[in-house]
Structure formats: structure tokens, C-alpha cells
């Protein structure tokens, strides 16, 4: 059973606050749940949505249907009236503005809740309505309010036992009005046994890519303010002081950049984040991090471009962006994350790649990822043990054997062994002109050579430790999708609603994380088995057909694109199938 | 005890004879010795320019960075390890070029670090085009008929800026740049000084000569704690151009302001930290 609850008003009304309380209520009740948002690029004004769904089985990924609409604002009711489903249950303050049965185009449930007037009766004002409304949700969908109350306790703790109460007394007169005027409720209904109650977290992928940078030791971390790395920035500069790292906003990217590059110099792991348009500053640092053989990691949150493009809007229209990002050949890493557990995994292990291999690395990601709240078990991340390997980093004893430390010296493997500045010998240059193995600047052309080539045997080396893709599904299904980054949540949420339908023969999915290096061998087999192959990404040009074309020698030519600003949705994905069967 | 020889490289420098280089170049090696540093006792941040070639000639834990970024990467390195005496050396071109804006930033922040800016006027290893501190009217190859713009003033952006260490020195003077520079090392906070600094080969108005005849030092009647005086000061630029320090106040570092940077600098704490469990939990 799930259901999709949407929550619709002015920029202004606490929508994204209800969400979150709505999916954190859930999440403690033992239920799984994920929130999308919508929003225009704006601080107050415009219309502002949160999609919250919600289930008592495992979910992959929000839809675009309407199960449960809490209209706040008449606006909501018109901009969404032709999602909500049949069946659906339509919640709104009936002193506020009218809503007829006629406004919708299927048949539809009305629950007209005086949100405004009981938030004044109970002491709220009226931006607490939404406070009402979600106690009102609670007793449609019979969910014990209880753990509505013990989240809102945790959340407005420390603004006093007052706030606390008055929250949890609105929120009662919602749940009662219901349940004295709709004793019925709404038709779809959770029951919570106590075993479901296992202990889970809701978060971001931005806050697991912060808490994989955490486990993995990062100690520096420079970020400009940018949509929709700000989730990130925000919990990583809230905890840098009791965890012990440093986050510095600096003046623009620029900056960003090459203070990591500088702190990764000086030996801690480094790390920054930005959008396209911040990357687009960033790019001459992360050659400079190419050329200086410095580990940096930088997360990379994609959103739709050119330019200033649609700000806080979704898309996988940089793949190509990073893969080739900064003037000259060296090894430029790339990892997408397709969910939480992923996102927390492969932030540490970019930290192991940026130093094991001492060039940057990237964890792509964008905003559908960065800004939705996902449930997971907190056993998924807590009981992950984290191994830090920091490569050929040497020793202070080591180091200080030599006056002079060849910092680029030519090995087997391209990797040099890594001194830091700061001991008490051992000095060394790194040096952004091309240089020989001491970092002193060469311009004579066999040496060059031969620096370039120990750049990129780097390259090939991690090549090496590239693990095989995951084929989600059965192993010869009717179609194969391929897919990258965030894509994987609404595959994965279409084949959990095919298999469900006895149709699990159709569809299984290949999930690409690794993007560079790449499981190249891996790729080329799988998909010379597959029947029907179907390119999914999120953006116009299928960037990921032309990688694969590179790296297998596979043409894919069937493809599924979404380049809206919007995420996939599971019935859209299921709809585009079906044109190919 | 460090003596000259321990900054040696196996390269001699690679400037036109008689280059201001030479001075800057002469002068900060006097002025380590006269700290007492040692080649491992401090990390050299080079832009890019005829100045960046220094890395090759002056042994120390160093890293050339690229044009504009030698202040990013040198703030880095502090807050990765702010018992690390850093040097910064750039071109006029990296620094109100390029970089202004991680001057004006680094100067607010009041990161610790002595900053050394060859001032020459043009771009010497671009082959002599106009610099953004060349005068009025200079002729250049990317300027046949004359700069149209104002000079940048060096001395007057940083105090604006904030810097609390300002001071602006000669390349032909070496003994009194090689004192500016220590008492830039011994600053606590961000010291920022603008070295005059002949080309020979491409500026043929600011000679050894045209400097010796416009500088004068400041005096003790200069108050180096007022920064109106300094501003008063920063402002002359003929018939006499002031050397020296403008000014020198004493504010808290950016470094000493991060409770996280304590006695133990971050790359000598262990990672990961031991929240992390709790850091989890705060999300359930």
C-alpha cells in the first residue's frame, strides 16, 4: 500500500517544513518514504510544492499522481487538479476558498478542514496552518499521531517547551476535526505493527555525500553557495567545529578550488562542491589539481543549463561537462551516485581514489538527488566500516631521509610517492608548469613525454580496480535500460511496479556508477547478451550512448530522454517502454 | 643555522641581466637568513611570471600555482596547517590582474601570510604588454597609443581591503626590502608588500634610475597605526613616491578565529573524527 501525498501553497507557507515532517513522522512510524520538491527560484512568492509518498513496502522513487492533495492555497488545487488520482482525498480550509467535486477530472473526496480558524483557536497564527492540515492528514490516513508529536518535539525542542506544546495542540485540533466530521477518513489507510519500528534516518543525498566525506577524514571543504549544493554547505559547515574539520565559503570557485588544491598540498583530504555554472569556474583549477598530481575531491550537483538555466530544477546534462574538463591530458575520475547508500559509499571512496591515484576526482550528482529526503535504515550507513587509504602518501621518517624529495619521480605505475611541506626535511616543489621528477620546470621535449605518460599510466591503473556494474532484475529480460546517477530510483521503482504486476520479465535495468574509469568489459558483455537496449537519462543528447560507444564500441540507439527540469517519473518511464514492446 | 648555499638549486636564474628580479629575489633570501628559517622551515607560493620562475632557483617546500591563484592556494595551505609559515610571490598581473579578488579577500580575512609582488608595470614573460599598475599613457605593445585607464594603486587596495601589514619596498634597495620583508614575516596577520620593481627590458620609463630619483622613505613622523595617514601616504605618486611601511595594526587571524584549528594543526589530527555514530543519529 502507498500513497503520494502533495502539499501545495505560496513560497512562505512552511511547505518544505511540512514535508519533512510529514516523511520524518512516517519514518519513525516504520513506514518508507520520499520526498520530491518543486520550486521556482525564489524567496517568497510563486507556488512551491512538496511531493511526499509514502508506503509499508520498500520504494525507489516518488510519481506523478495524487493520492492525498493538501491544497493551502486554491492556486494548489488548480495547478494539480489533473494529477490526483481517482479515489483521491483533497484536504483544504473550506472558510479560505471553495473547492467543488467539478474542479477535478476524476472523482474525488473533499475534506474541507477550517485550517485557519483552528490554528487561531488553538494560539497559532496563520502561517501554522499547515501544522493543522498535517494532524488532519494523520487522522485521514489513521496514523498514530504520536509520532507526529515526538518529531515535532526533536524538531522545535530548542526553541522551548511552548513552541513544542502549541505545535502539538494545532496539530490535535487537525487530527480531531477529522475525526469528528470525517470518522470515515480517506480510504487508504496504514496500519503500524511495533516490529516495523526499526530505526531510520531521513536525509538527503547531499547530507550522505557529507557524512561519506566525514567518515572518509576529510578535514578541508570550500563551497560557494549554489543551488543545489547548498544542502551539502549548510550540514557540513553546522558540524565542521565539533567534527573537526574546516569549511570555508570563499570569495567565488576560483578560490573554492584552489584552496582545496592548497590544503590537499599541505596533506589533508580536501574537497569542494559547486553546480555547472560554479564548475565552470573551477575548471583551470582542476587541470592545475591534474598537473600537480593533488588529490581533490569535487561534488558536482548538477542542475539544467546553459547559462543561469532553471536554477532549482533537475537534470544529467554535465556528464560530458566533467569528462573533459580542463585544458590537457591527465586522469579526471568520475563516480554518479544513484541513491543515499551510494552517494555515502561513493564520496569515501573518491577520497581513496583522489589520493591513491593524486588527481581529481569527481562525485556527479544533481539536484533531484541533492534536495529530496529519503528513508533508510540507519543500520545501512552505521554499520559500514570505511577504510581510508591514502596511497603513496610517505611517512615524516621516510620523508626526511632526503634533503630534497624527487616529488614526481617515475614509477611502474605512474604514481609517485607523496610528500607533504610542513616536516622537518625532504623539501620539495610541486609545480604547475611541466617539470622533471625534482618539480623543477622543464621545457625539453623526451621529458615531457615521458611526464605525460606517467600521468596518464595512472589512467590505466585504476582501470584495474573498476568493480562490475549491477544488474538490477532478471538476466534476460524483454528490455535492457541503461542508466547513470539518479535515474536509478525511478528504474528500480518501475520494475518493483512490473514485477508486482507479473510483468518482471520486461524490464531490468544497468546501473552505471563508476563512469571514469570504466567497467568497460563489464559493459560490453552485459550488453551483448541483452534482447532490446534502451538509453535512459535525463537530459537531451543521451551523453551516456556516446561514453559507452567510446569505452565498448556499443552503439545504443533506442532511448528514453527527460530534460524538463523534472526527474523521471515510474508511469512516464513505463509509458516510453511500452512504445518499444 | 641556515647559511645562503641551503636555498641553492642546481638552475642560476634564467632573468635578463639586471632584472628587479635579482633584488626581490636576493632580498628575501637575506631576509630568511635573518629569520633564521631553513628551506624546510616555511612553503613558497609562486604565481605565474617572470617572478614564478623563482621556484626554480630558491630551494624550498614550494608549490608554483597558476596565474591569479598563488593567495587561494596559499590560504589553503594555512588553514590545512597554520604552523606553517607561508610566503606568498607574484606578479603585479596575478595579483590586480587576475587575482584582485583573492586579494581583497585574503586582506579581510586577515590570514597570516607575507605576500611579495613583483611591480613592474608590464608583463615581462608575455613579452611586454601593460600590467594593471602600468601609469597612464605607457606605451606597450598591447597599447601602441597609451594606457587609457588609472593606475591600480597597489598600497591603497590593500588598505582598503583590510590588510594590517602594508608596505611598499625596492628592488634596488635590497638591504631595506630584505627589513620589510622580516618585519612581514614577523606580522601576525596578512602582511602585503609591493615591490617596485625595474624591467629592464620592457619598461624603459621606471628605470633603476627614474625609482632612485621619485622614491624617499617614510620616516618615524609617518603614524604607521593611523590608516587615514597611510591612505594620505598611499596617495602620492610624484613628484615623490614613498617606500616603507604605510601601515601596521595588529587584528586576530582568520586562523586564530577557527576554534577547530587549535594547538594541533588539522593534517596532524586522525581522521575520521569520532562523531560520526552521532552525526547518524541526528538523523533518525
Redesign the interface.
Known sequence: MDINIKVGGEAGFGIMASGLLLIRTFSRGGLRAITTNDYPSLIRGGHNVILVRVADHEIFATDNHVDLLIALNRETVDLHKDEVSKGAAILFDGESFQVQPGDFTKPVNLFPVPLMKLAKEHGGDVLMRNTVALGATLALVDFDIKYLESVVKDQFGRKGDEVVQKNNQLAQSGFDYIKKNFPQGFNKKFTVSAAQTKKQMVLTCSEALGLGAIAAGMKFFAAYPMTPINGLLYYLAGVAEKTGFVYKQPEDEIAAINMAIGASFAGVRSMVATSGGGFSLMVEGTSLAGMLEQPVVIIFGQRPGPATGLPTWTTQSDLHFVLNAGQGEFPRLVLAPGDVEEAFDLTAEAFNLAEKYQTPTFVLVDKYLCESYFSVDLATLAEKKVSIERGKLVSEAEQIKEVEFPRYQLTDDGISPRPIPGRKGGVFRANSDEHDKWGYSIEDGPLTKKMIEKRMKKMAMVEQEVPAPTLFGVKDAQHTLVGWGSTKGPVLEVMRQLTEQGQGELVNYLHLNWINPFPSIHVRELLSDAKHIIDIEGNHNSQMIDWIQVKTGIKITDRINKYDGRPFFPSEIIEAIKKYS | MSTIADFK???MPNWCPGCGDFGIWGALKNALLEKGWG??DF?T?YG?GCHG?M??FL????????H??PI??????????H??PVIIVAGDGDTFGEGT??L??IARRNVQATMIVHDNQVYGLTTGQTAPTAQKGFKTKSTPAGVLEEAINPVAIALAAGATFVARGFAGDIPGLAKLIVQGFNHPGFAFIDVLQPCVTFNHVNTYQWYREHIYPLDSSHDVTSRAKAFEKALEWGPKVPTGVFYKIEKPTYEAQ????NEV???E?D???K???T???K??
Open positions: 638549486t642546481a638552475f628551506p624546510a612553503c607560493v605565474i620562475h621556484v626554480n630551494k624550498s617546500y614550494a608549490i608554483e600555482t597558476l591569479g591563484r587561494a592556494v596559499a590560504q589553503g595551505i594555512r588553514l590545512a596547517n604552523k606553517l579578488n583573492h581583497v579577500h577557527t576554534p577547530q584549528l594543526p588539522l593534517v589530527q581522521l575520521p573524527p562523531n560520526l555514530q552525526l547518524m543519529e538523523f533518525v
